[in-house]
């Protein structure tokens, strides 16, 4: 199972991106994913998560700016970013709960997470 990230760059204060990530390979179902980002000299934190019913949470930092959503018949994960600030600068990651599917046998959820995209926030 992979998971790819993309959409980030570099975008002024009060801009917006979209981040798109692509889970692949032998998928069997995906719970719940997320997003999290890390920003230089800090830990890792949670942006949004979205359950496979669709449920939301997001971190109060992005609340009303963020809006994460998935297509799970594409099996991708979205993250549109509104209003963008400079201490949103970070790497962003996607992850997801996964259950695979290999030599016939459906295997235990598994937490999977993509290589990071950067998002810079600067004028």
């Known amino acids: 199972v992979q998971l790819q990230a993309s959409g980030g760059g570099l975008v002024e204060p009060g801009g917006s991106l979209r981040l798109s990530c692509a889970a692949s390979?032998?998928?069997?179902?995906?719970?719940?994913m997320g997003w999290y980002r890390q920003a230089p000299g800090k830990e890792r934190e949670l942006v949004a998560v979205v359950s496979r019913g669709g449920d939301t949470n997001y971190a109060d930092a992005v609340k009303g700016r963020f809006t994460i959503s998935r297509d799970s018949a594409k099996n991708m994960l979205y993250l549109q970013m509104n209003s963008l600030k400079p201490e949103d600068t970070a790497v962003y990651s996607c992850?997801?709960?996964?259950?695979?599917?290999?030599?016939?046998?459906?295997?235990?959820?598994?937490?999977?997470w993509g290589q990071g995209t950067l998002v810079t926030v600067s004028s």
């Open positions: 390979g032998s998928i069997f179902s995906i719970n719940e």
């Open positions: 992850n997801a709960d996964i259950q695979t599917f290999t030599g016939g046998s459906v295997h235990p959820e598994y937490d999977y």
